[in-house]
């Protein structure tokens, strides 16, 4: 009789979790499909255009691709090929910085995070912080990640050989379509990462520009030194990266997402004595919901 007694709580219990956890995923489910729905809803403002100065410098980068082609990545690829192995060494470890990974499994983490503990029940301010918090990380995440996809399909589309390809390098060859690692190398995939991640990081935070435009300087020239990049590819690749966060950044922008249409500055974001005001009722809100 006591045995049958306590499985009865004990059941009732595990049916009770398994409720709220199928209550989580819908909650995070719905809320990461109604952020979808207002990214792609029609446009509320209109960014202002494309500057003179910024279409010459596009223009520009475009020249520079062709006359690196022509000029200097047969050379660079010779200068890679004698440097020191500490050197090469060091740019093998630092290169892997470059990978998107670093940027968009953080930023999805904290996005799934955010659409958990998202609810209606929660105070109206609190869900202004969630919104705008949302609205800033799912800028950072998409200015990153559509340019890498962008990047990713059409350097396999493109087919240039890589610099390591055959017995001497040439700038010139192409197998398009042929969808294989060797001849994916223009635009450099890395090289939008990093310049896309500069752009997105230093378009919320101005502070960090330095540090960014630093370190995507370091990821690309670490690209040319192991020699799996010319220099032209990472400058497309640069290329697509700036330009593209540029893009997003006023697709958001248009749609009053994070940024102000008229001169497409950031909005200012939740100070840190609201997130920890926000926190706190989040943690409460979640305690208490654990414990009906």
Not at 59 to 66: D, F, M, Q, Y
Request: proline share 7%.
């Amino acid at each position: 009789m006591s045995t049958s007694k306590s499985a009865a709580p004990r059941g009732t219990s595990s049916a009770n979790g398994l409720v709220a956890l199928l209550a989580l995923v819908q909650r995070t489910a719905g809320n990461l499909l109604r952020w979808a729905v207002v990214l792609g809803r029609a446009p509320r403002a209109r960014p202002p255009h494309w500057s003179a100065g910024a279409i010459v410098t596009m223009a520009a980068t475009i020249a520079a691709i062709v006359a690196s082609m022509f000029f200097v990545d047969t050379a660079a690829t010779e200068w890679g090929r004698h440097l020191p192995h500490w050197l090469t060494d060091a740019a093998d470890e630092i290169t892997n910085f470059g990978l998107s990974g670093w940027f968009l499994y953080p930023l999805g983490f904290i996005l799934l995070m955010l659409a958990a503990v998202m609810a209606l029940s929660l105070p109206r301010i609190t869900q202004g912080v969630i919104a705008a918090l949302v609205a800033r990380f799912g800028f950072l995440f998409v200015a990153i990640a559509a340019p890498s996809l962008f990047v990713t399909i059409v350097k396999r589309l493109i087919g240039r050989a890589r610099p390591y390809v055959g017995t001497h390098d040439d700038p010139f060859a192409y197998r398009p379509l042929i969808w294989r690692p060797e001849y994916a190398s223009m635009p450099s995939g890395h090289a939008t990462t990093a310049t896309a991640a500069a752009i997105a990081i230093g378009a919320i935070w101005p502070r960090t520009r330095a540090v960014m435009w630093l370190y995507a300087p370091v990821i690309m020239f670490s690209r040319v030194v192991i020699i799996v990049h010319h220099p032209s590819d990472v400058i497309a690749g640069a290329l697509v990266g700036v330009v593209g966060a540029l893009m997003v950044r006023r697709w958001f922008a248009a749609r009053r997402l994070a940024f102000c249409a008229d001169d497409l500055r950031p909005y200012p974001g939740p100070s840190w004595q609201r997130l920890k005001a926000v926190a706190r009722q989040v943690v409460s809100g979640t305690a208490a919901s654990a414990n009906e």
